[in-house]
């Protein structure tokens, strides 16, 4: 996971299928998830594939399980999450 973005940079579109295979694994962690969405979203329309998954996390009532402890602090972590993949979504689309 940590070289999806090395990896991307370097051989880019070619690295595409094996990016999308992986990824999408990372999409509900709270530590990796922001990371694996900086991944797509600089893949661009190359991560057109994975748009459905995404909408279908923005459209949940919660996108992944948090271990703070905290229910406020949960809350504003999913929010971050939520705006991430919506950005996301708007940057593989190619709108943003």
Known sequence: MESAGALWLHEGPAAAAQLLEVLPKYLSDDLRGPQALRVLAMMGPHARPILDRLDRSIAARRRTQFGIGDDDAE??????????????????????
Not at 76 to 85: F, G, M, S
């Open 75 to 96: 809350m504003r972590a999913d929010e971050r999450l939520l705006a991430a993949t919506i950005a996301t979504c708007g940057q593989i689309a190619g709108g943003v």
